[in-house]
């Protein structure tokens, strides 16, 4: 994200420092993107950059995961949808929020006790999930977690179809949805701002965290060489099961953000969503943090420019020819290394 | 109606106690059957009358209110002592699997009513798409089937591609529908956009379902035949973010149709419109006309109700008939006890009107041939149903079939949300009704 | 061959003090380890006394690395017993041997390709903290000066022989009791291999005791004091270095000899 | 890597030779095996429904046109089971040949087109259609390691219905395709109600050939290649197996089977909708397999036949059951409504317990539980969890 700006620096072989900055995938999609605010134009862009932002925090969870231990945690999506149902009970039973608040003070307090408690709801569920369900099968045969993975994600929608029955259900938007403010002469949705700036945060905050803390580097090394880490002193059980909490967590601000932004959920939720964020992360380069995010984005403006070129019936499909374009034509995704890559 | 008293054989097996309740409105509501008067109190055993439905899971709220109208006509001609010294029973299958119609299950389900001799008649299904499966079967096997809800052209029109679906024998009419054709709710929604609320430049959006699409093609026909320009999306049930496509709409575009069924998308299409500052005519068919805002996953519970403000329908039946009140009274006394499904829905009606005419038609065949098997009087239902020159007074009033079974009354009711209706939840409330039968 | 004093050199920071040869400070006892149902370690017993270099040699399959893993905790035995400093450890997980001062640099170096070296370093500091992080660091490249050369690299572009510094160097973060070594000359140049081991006696010099698993008998055999021979998941010598340099037998099979 | 290259050295090389007649004669009498064992449940099950607790839910006919529906899923999971449980390929789109073999039949011989040709051939066609739609997919897909290949099969199993939906012109959409023809034998054409014999039988022969065909791959030394591959795909490699083309074989036999299952179900249910197709039947097929046991072909014909059974018998008996008795709580579950959940708790109770499956053949067993011991699993550096 931030080498961007190193390069105008670069003075020696432009060619050669272009090659070694690797910058080609963020010019990529900084290229898509301007082109797409051409076509679609800046109101359709800010839908694309909201839901993109949206599928980039739910991708960021596969890919960690994905890194770690070369899961596809099929129950992710689902694992998102449960952060939406969360923050909808923490909003209405736990605070009692039932529509816009107006005072920014009061809107502040509310959102943050929201994310806290949901995203460490999530993460705890996340964690429980893997020592459950994944934990005990590490040293089966690769099929055994992916099997199981998708029935937790059976498990997790019907308890909450269960819970909150099949219908689709309002959630409390607390940022007034109507609300819209004028940045360089474009109309734009606050609740919209709110999504793509908590997002950008986020990810962020995560970078750092895995670039710059001792828990970081025990996850990058433990998904580089787990039984290296585990000499150098990395509790491998530990390590995984935080990044489980970290990306469930991750998923659940997404959840918190989705019914922020739409106002209404429904059980079947993660099933699309994470079909779409998985193909993000895989696009991205999957174990590359910061190529989930980027492929989120690319995401978000593949499925808002099929609708407003009114093809939004083959945007769906479209999302899923990428990923099948990605995994035929660069597996490795924008930003991953090769696959099965061993240096 | 004279009421026949029965030596408390009928009542033992009744499953809803309130029924006993009801014979003072079931008197009074014009569709209760007649009982069979002139037969002798003799017990010649029971038949089945089918109910083919989506009961479970999402499903539910359209399918369990629209086989209670069913059990409802069947409990009262039981407890007026049975038709033609029959008792009656309800065999109910549900085709909804993991809370979606299933196709499949409900082709399986019609094989359970065909294998089953005495099954003389099935009210049912719900979707069109289900129909279109399950008609080969009814019509190889002469079994009558009435649809409280079905409103795709194509079951019933040969010119639509109806004899896709009678293939073996086209000639044999054993599906009859009380609803209005979408050939003619469309359309109808077409005119009342054009020249009542004076729309011109419609973004029209379909839930792509043998449904929506269909009802979506009519509508968008005839509003472009009255001079209108329409824009045109599908959008699969399940989508959420309908905001590029608002986004998208032209400019001058002052009014959507929705054609489909309410799942979320319908309610969220609407409120994510008024929040993007787009506060014009918000249309639709009978799929969005789906309750109040106290209703679990209602168009105008999903959009808010002030977000529905504006919001139009239709509903491809009679929306105010004589007995109305009676029936809803009657149908709220019967299901008192059951917490979900205790007022009457949209197809709570027709499907008892449904119900009705296969039960008049049982009961005009056993008069003439009292004796018959159960094959002849399945075969007797079916026919005395599809004769065209029959009538039946049912709940929607005076039903009678054209030669494809459709009815000859195809009422379209015009609804309107009313914000401050259901204690300020916002409903629907009718506005009017126009008979199409010279279209 | 000049060798080291076998059991005479003297261990300058030995705290125990507990006489020349130094208290045992690794014990394995009739140790049986299993890959599935392969059964890799037939029976082990083997000591290594504090301040000791000791060598492993055998032929490819012999165990040496299994009996490595089996110590570090990446395997554990089904059978038998690993003590270490008088504690069974035999079922104590590889992340806790290190902080108990147990160290592997295993074969292939393993290095994390995409960390830098520093970061590399700091990994291998992973059970420290502060300070004592900083003056390992130095410490190393004090042994290294490569290393401090090429901190900020990635792991994965750095040579061979720089990669192989890492990996030990990267051991030496945690401040071991025991340094358990795996191939360290694998594929390097001779010129390479002798620095090498220069530095494993430097290492050991300053108070490491180090178990050596080694292809290159030769090499190994001069640096250690003491040697087991293992052959199919058994030891069938053990002597000191020097005397096992000089059996025949083994000259035959492991030192090249005809 | 080396327990998986011991493993390997198990299975013998196959070709001519006293081993390779003695594994064709046990096929043979596998085969046979197969026809006696089938036609014995062809007898029993129409006979058995006529006994008490069954024949009191319905009648002969009624049960018989449900367990034909249940072979349709038996032949769906047994091609699943080359996929997955033969050659350890997870397939999640397999609903997507299913509906390429239905609509390649209702395209063949319905109204719509105007054409109507042969049931029979048309049968062949569509699996073959199918196979080919699998190794156009299976090419460039099949190269990745298994659990891309299991996401890009999900995407595939999602895009087939929004294009048939979408593309009304060759499909009629969201309507569908009605009036397809049923199959005739001897110019008479198959009764779509009353009687269920014909279907019955026919679906019977359809699944006797495919067993009998599935055995004999298994016992080939194709089926070995894919043990090989399900087991280690780098050792089979080494070990000469073409791992691309013996993979893309698995995933197309298993594609032609859906596509044998869709042209049957088309002629059966004379009307094709895309709902038919939905993921829901990829699911289902698959917790079939699972649950009868991966790589067992008895295993997972009885699995998908007693969970089919499960969800459209007696699920729905209990429901009734329940509604009739008025138990408290137990009359408002809806059993119909959780049958995912059951999927759901069944495939994390078998992978975590009994991965073998419930019918496990005996070699998955040992393979599945040698592994149970603390394996220092060669983990490589595939992807670090790094920025940049």
């Given at each position: ?7 105008l ?21 900084l ?21 993109g ?5 739910v ?9 770690i ?21 923490v ?7 039932d ?13 943050f ?14 964690a429980?999930?893997?020592?459950f ?51 360089g ?8 701002i ?8 986020l ?7 895995v ?6 580097r ?30 469930s ?7 918190v ?34 190529g ?5 984005f690319?995401?978000?403006f593949?499925?808002v ?9 083959w ?10 374009i ?17 240096t | ?45 029971t038949?089945?009358?089918?109910v ?5 899971g ?12 069913a ?86 029109k040969?010119?639509?591609?109806a ?7 086209p ?8 609803a209005?054709t979408d ?19 419609l973004?029209v ?23 209108g320009?329409?824009?045109r999306?599908g ?14 709409a032209k400019?001058e575009?002052?009014g ?15 409120k ?6 787009k ?84 009961e ?49 009711s ?11 939840a ?14 | ?14 705290t125990?003090?507990n ?15 299993y ?7 037939q ?60 160290s ?11 960390l ?47 990669q ?5 160097g ?26 090498i ?12 005791t180090v ?27 053990a002597?000191?270095?020097a005397?096992?340099a ?10 090249g000899?005809? | ?12 090389a ?21 026809i006696?064992?089938m036609?014995?449940?062809?007898l ?18 009624v ?111 969201p ?6 023809s ?6 008479t ?6 009687n ?14 495919s ?5 004999r ?12 591959i399900?087991?280690?795909e ?14 893309l ?7 032609s ?21 939905r993921?829901?039947?990829s ?20 699995g ?13 008996q ?6 009739n ?32 499956g ?29 920025p940049?």
């Amino acid at each position: 994200m931030t080498t961007t700006t190193t390069v105008l620096s670069a003075r020696p072989s432009f060619v050669e420092t272009f090659q070694r900055l690797r910058l080609g995938p963020y010019l990529f999609v900084l290229g898509v993107a301007a082109i797409d605010y051409v076509v679609i134009g800046p109101n359709q862009f800010v839908n694309a950059l909201t839901i993109g932002a949206i599928y980039a925090l739910v991708a960021l969870g596969y890919t960690m995961v994905y890194g770690i231990i070369e899961l596809i945690n099929f129950a992710h999506g689902d694992v998102f949808m449960v952060g939406a149902f969360t923050s909808m009970f923490v909003l209405t039973q736990a605070l009692g929020q039932d529509g816009p608040i107006d005072s920014p003070g009061m809107l502040a307090v509310v959102l943050f006790i929201n994310f806290t408690i949901t995203m460490i709801a999530l993460g705890i569920l996340g964690a429980a999930i893997e020592r459950f369900a994944y934990r005990p099968l590490r040293h089966a045969p690769r099929l055994a977690p992916l099997i199981t993975a998708i029935g937790v994600s059976f498990i997790l929608q019907n308890i909450i179809q269960i819970i909150y029955g099949p219908s689709p259900i309002n959630t409390p938007q607390v940022i007034d949805p109507a609300a819209r403010v004028e940045i360089g002469g474009v109309s734009i949705g606050v609740v919209n701002i709110f999504t793509i700036v908590t997002a950008v945060l986020l990810m962020i905050a995560l970078q750092m965290l895995v670039s710059r803390t001792k828990i970081g580097r025990a996850m990058r090394s433990t998904a580089s060489d787990r039984d290296a880490a585990q000499l150098m002193g990395v509790d491998i059980n530990r390590t995984i099961a935080i990044t489980f909490f970290i990306g469930s967590a991750l998923a659940g601000a997404a959840g918190v953000v989705q019914g922020l932004y739409f106002g209404n959920i429904q059980f079947t939720l993660g099933f699309q969503a994470g079909l779409k964020a998985f193909t993000a992360a895989v696009l991205g380069g999957i174990g590359n943090i910061t190529g989930a995010a980027l492929g989120g984005f690319v995401i978000g403006f593949v499925e808002v420019t099929a609708g407003a070129l009114g093809f939004f019936v083959w945007g769906q499909a479209a999302v899923f020819a990428v990923l099948i374009i990605t995994l035929v034509f660069r597996p490795s995704g924008l930003l991953g290394q090769q696959l099965g890559e061993r240096t | 109606m004279k009421l026949r008293k029965l030596g408390g054989l009928a009542l033992g097996a009744m499953l809803v106690a309130a029924a006993c309740n009801t014979g003072g409105g079931a008197t009074a509501t014009p569709g209760a059957p007649a009982p069979g008067a002139t037969q002798a109190p003799v017990d010649k055993g029971t038949l089945k009358i089918g109910v083919t439905l989506p009961l479970s899971g999402g499903a539910a709220a359209d399918g369990q209110p629209t086989m209670k109208g069913a059990q409802l006509a069947v409990d009262q001609a039981n407890e007026a002592g049975g038709i033609g010294g029959y008792k009656l029973e309800l065999m109910v299958l549900d085709h909804a699997v993991n809370g979606k119609y299933n196709e499949q299950q409900g082709a399986q389900d019609m094989q359970t009513f065909v294998g089953d001799s005495a099954v003389v008649g099935v009210v049912g299904p719900y979707n069109s798409a289900v129909a279109k499966v399950q008609i080969p079967i009814s019509n190889d096997a002469g079994v009558l089937q009435c649809s409280p809800a079905n409103t795709n052209e194509a079951l019933t029109k040969p010119e639509f591609g109806a004899l896709d679906y009678r293939k073996n024998f086209p000639e044999r009419i054993n599906y009859v529908r009380v609803a209005a054709t979408d050939d003619i709710q469309g359309p109808a929604m077409a005119v009342y956009d054009f020249n009542t609320l004076k729309l011109r430049n419609l973004l029209v959006v379909d839930d792509v379902t043998t449904f929506g699409k269909g009802v979506a093609d009519n509508f968008q026909k005839k509003f472009e035949e009255l001079g209108g320009t329409v824009q045109r999306v599908g959008a699969p049930a399940d989508t959420t973010d309908f905001n590029s496509i608002i986004s998208a709409a032209k400019p001058e575009t002052d009014g959507v149709y929705y054609g489909g069924v309410v799942t979320s998308g319908a309610g969220l299409l609407l409120k994510q419109l008024r929040q993007q500052g787009k506060t014009f005519p918000f249309t639709g068919p009978d799929g969005i006309v789906n309750g109040s805002g106290k209703a679990e996953g209602a168009l105008i519970q999903i959009a808010g109700a002030a977000a529905s403000a504006g919001s139009y329908g239709t509903i491809a039946a009679i929306g105010d008939f004589p007995g109305r009140a009676d029936f809803e009274a009657a149908y709220a006394e019967a299901f008192k006890n059951d917490a979900d499904f205790n007022t009457a829905g949209a197809y709570s009606g027709p499907a008892y009107a449904c119900a009705t005419i296969i039960l008049k038609s049982l009961e005009e065949f056993l008069k003439t041939s009292p004796d018959a098997d159960q094959a002849a009087i399945r075969e007797g239902v079916r026919a005395w149903a599809s004769d065209t020159s029959n009538t039946f007074d049912t709940v929607l009033g005076t039903e009678s079939f054209d030669k494809n079974g459709d009815t000859t009354q195809p009422f379209i009711s015009f609804y309107v949300v009313d914000p401050a209706a259901a204690d300020g939840a916002g409903d629907w409330v009718f506005k009017e009704q126009l008979n199409f039968a010279q279209e | 061959m000049s060798g080291q004093g076998v059991t005479t050199t003297t261990q300058p920071s030995s705290t125990s003090g507990n006489g020349a040869a130094g208290d045992v400070v690794l014990e394995l006892r009739d140790v049986h380890t299993y890959y599935g149902k392969i059964h890799a370690l037939q029976g082990i017993t083997l000591e290594v006394r504090e301040g000791e270099i000791v060598t492993l040699i055998g032929s490819n399959g012999a165990g040496k690395t299994t009996t490595l893993k089996t110590i570090s905790g990446l395997l554990h035995p089904r059978a038998g017993t690993v003590h270490f400093r008088g504690r069974d450890v035999s079922h104590t997980p590889a992340h806790k041997l290190v902080r108990d001062g147990i160290s592997h640099a295993p074969e292939g170096r393993r290095i994390f390709s995409r960390l830098t070296v520093m970061e590399n370093l700091q990994m291998g500091a992973y059970t420290r903290t502060g300070r004592e992080i900083d003056e390992n660091v130095e410490h190393v490249f004090s042994l290294f000066p490569r290393l401090a050369e090429r901190s900020g690299q990635k792991g994965g572009t750095l040579s061979g022989g720089e990669q192989q510094m890492l990996a030990i160097g990267r051991a030496l973060m945690a401040r071991p009791k025991v340094l358990l070594l795996d191939e360290p000359s694998l594929g390097l140049s001779p010129i390479l291999i002798q620095q090498i081991f220069g530095i494993i006696r430097e290492i050991n010099a300053q108070g490491t005791t180090v178990l050596l698993v080694e292809q290159n008998a030769q090499q190994a055999l001069e640096v250690a004091d003491r040697g087991y021979v293992l052959q199919t998941g058994r030891v069938i010598l053990a002597d000191t270095a020097a005397n096992l340099a000089a059996n025949p037998d083994v000259r035959r099979a492991y030192l090249g000899e005809i | 890597m080396t327990a998986a290259n011991t493993k390997l050295s198990r299975t013998p090389a196959g070709g001519p030779g006293l081993r390779g007649r003695l594994s064709d004669l046990s096929s043979r009498h596998r085969s046979i095996a197969v026809i006696v064992g089938m036609s014995l449940v062809a007898l029993v099950l129409p006979l058995i429904v006529l006994l008490p607790p069954f024949s009191s839910f319905s009648g002969q006919t009624v049960w018989m046109d449900g367990f034909t529906i249940a072979g349709i899923y038996v032949l769906l999971a047994l091609g699943l089971n080359v996929v997955v449980g033969l050659a350890g390929l997870l397939d999640l789109g397999y609903a997507a040949f299913f509906a390429i073999g239905a609509y390649t039949y209702a395209l063949a011989a319905s109204p719509f087109t105007g054409w109507d040709l042969p049931f029979w051939p048309m049968l062949l066609v569509g699996a073959v259609v199918a196979a080919i739609f699998g190794i156009l997919l299976g090419a460039p897909t099949l190269r990745l390691r298994g659990d891309y290949l299991a996401i890009v099969t999900l995407g595939f199993g999602e895009i087939v219905p929004i294009v048939i939906l979408n593309s009304s012109k060759y499909t009629d959409g969201p309507n569908g395709i009605g009036g397809i023809s049923p199959p005739t034998l001897l110019d008479t054409r198959f009764p779509t109600t009353g009687n269920p014999w014909p279907f019955y039988l026919t679906m019977l022969v359809l699944i006797i050939l495919s067993m009998i065909f599935i055995y004999r791959l298994q016992d080939s030394r194709l089926g070995r290649a894919w043990m090989a591959i399900r087991e280690d795909e780098l050792a089979a490699a080494a070990n000469g197996v073409n791992t691309v083309v013996t993979k893309l074989l698995a995933f197309a036999i298993g594609a032609s089977t859906a596509g044998l299952a869709g042209v049957f179900l088309a002629s059966k249910l004379q009307t094709v909708t895309p709902n038919l197709f939905r993921f829901d039947v990829s699911f289902t097929v698959l917790a079939m397999v699972v649950l009868g046991g991966m790589g067992n072909v008895w295993g997972v014909a009885v699995g998908a036949f007693i969970i089919f059974m499960i969800q459209s018998v007696f699920l729905k008996q209990l429901n009734i059951f329940f509604n009739n008795v008025q138990v408290p709580i137990l009359s408002d579950i809806d059993f119909l409504q959780y049958q995912f959940l059951l999927y759901g708790i069944a495939l994390v109770a078998m992978m975590l317990l009994r991965p073998e499956g419930l019918f496990p053949s005996r070699r998955r067993r040992r393979e599945l539980h040698t592994e149970e011991d603390e394996v220092f699993a060669e983990h490589g550096d595939a992807m670090g969890a790094a920025p940049e």
